[in-house]
């Protein structure tokens, strides 16, 4: 992830504290050749403009894994009640096949839509998504061992209270960001949850900009 100095990760603000380039630089020396994002992030720079439109009567989908091709490495979504609208070359886009995950309230016609672009999916957890199966699936059934977490404060707080975060690896830009409202790299965390303990790894300086690691 990359922040300002108090911690957010608005993208707009983060392109005016630094260059972009040590991001993916440390990204890459991380070797997670998978990343997830929440639905906020991929409707930001992503997905097509608009909100998918269920069939009347479609039946929820249940639990269901579809993989449309078999890769090393995917671009991961979650998307729970699969809003997201996308093109036809998604793996052109990402660089690396689409998986999405969903809850099993997300209708059949939803899934057919996912399948006629080759997006694979997975579909677990009612009312939500049940991210600590949705790891085991991905592990089961994708091969999916390593996974980096790029974008969304709420996905990465929630996967963090499930014990599913084992190393915080973050750079600092050069700035402080201050406005109220703006998400901060784990955030929405229960008032009631502790504040987690890192252990530090590592820091370096990168054309200016801190990368500091921290084992969870």
Not at 41 to 59: F, N, V
Not at 137 to 160: K, T, W
């Amino acid at each position: 992830m990359m922040a300002s100095l108090d911690g957010r990760i608005d993208c707009a603000m983060t392109e005016k504290i630094g260059s972009s380039d040590p991001y993916y630089e440390t990204l890459a020396e991380l070797n997670c050749p998978s990343m997830m994002e929440g639905r906020v992030t991929l409707a930001m720079h992503y997905a097509l403009p608009g909100k998918y439109e269920p069939k009347a009567g479609a039946k929820a989908a249940g639990r269901k894994v579809f993989r449309a091709v078999e890769a090393p490495g995917y671009a991961v979504g979650v998307d729970t009640h699969g809003e997201l609208l996308w093109g036809d070359d998604t793996a052109g886009q990402f660089g690396k096949p689409l998986l999405m995950i969903l809850s099993e309230d997300v209708g059949e016609d939803y899934l057919e839509y996912l399948k006629a672009r080759s997006i694979s999916y997975v579909t677990v957890g009612r009312g939500r998504i049940d991210l600590a199966a949705a790891m085991e699936i991905l592990c089961r059934e994708f091969g999916i061992a390593r996974l980096a977490l790029v974008g969304g404060g709420h996905l990465n707080g929630s996967m963090l209270d499930l014990g599913l975060v084992d190393e915080v690896s973050m750079l600092f830009g050069a700035g402080i960001d201050g406005r109220a409202g703006m998400a901060a790299a784990f955030d929405g965390r229960p008032m009631d949850h502790q504040p987690v303990a890192l252990k530090f790894v590592s820091a370096e300086v990168r054309d200016g900009q801190i990368w500091a690691r921290y084992k969870v």
